[in-house]
């Protein structure tokens, strides 16, 4: 057994008692060793799961926590990709926008319509969110790395670190999925016309 293993399951606890913070929310379906399945379909998802992404550094290892859902869609007539940009304003603070990136520009402009999905984005901070639309399997796939949920491990100094997250981002979170799997099913209506 070597030293990586032993942070690999670290790592795993630190996922573990994360998502257990979302559980009065969105109960937990199924744990594995790297990935946690949890049931998102009062929101109108079809799989939901929370995992890290580990990339190695020099001397340690940074696991990025990462949610991640699939949404119906209906059939656009090209994939679709959309990601979640923030820009300076002239006080200083970061204002979060969708832009879209490849596709159809519809759910792009209901998202940044959106005062309240705005609004939690500018509160998350969060550090990456995209959304892509797969024109053959007709799926939207969310990803969103909050900016708490990872584990850092440094060799020297010998430490590690997790940060879990506070009630309010934990709710935060839940409702900002929640605003965007609404306004995908607003994007159907729409196109359907």
């Not at 049931?39 to 696991?63: C, L, P, T």
Request: proline share 4%; net charge neutral; hydrophobic share 40%.
């Amino acid at each position: 057994m070597g030293v990586y293993s032993i942070v690999d399951r670290r790592a795993n606890r630190a996922l573990n008692q994360i998502v257990e913070k979302f559980q009065v929310m969105i109960p937990i379906l199924h744990v594995e060793d790297n990935a946690i399945e949890l049931d998102g379909s009062q929101y109108g998802m079809e799989s939901m799961k929370a995992y890290h992404n580990m990339i190695n550094k020099w001397m340690g290892r940074v696991y990025i926590y990462t949610w991640e859902f699939t949404l119906p869609g209906i059939s656009l007539a090209s994939d679709a990709r959309i990601k979640l940009h923030y820009r300076g304003s002239t006080r200083g603070q970061n204002q979060a926008q969708f832009l879209l990136v490849s596709g159809d520009s519809v759910l792009a402009d209901l998202l940044n319509g959106d005062p309240e999905l705005i609004q939690l984005c500018n509160k998350m901070d969060v550090d990456q969110m995209e959304l892509k639309y797969n024109r053959t399997s007709q799926r939207w796939t969310v990803r969103i790395a909050p900016n708490y949920g990872d584990f850092i491990w440094v060799l020297i100094p010998p430490m590690s670190y997790a940060r879990k997250p506070t009630v309010e981002e934990a709710s935060n979170t839940v409702r900002c999925m929640e605003l965007i799997a609404v306004h995908i099913e607003h994007q159907q209506l729409l196109m359907r016309g």
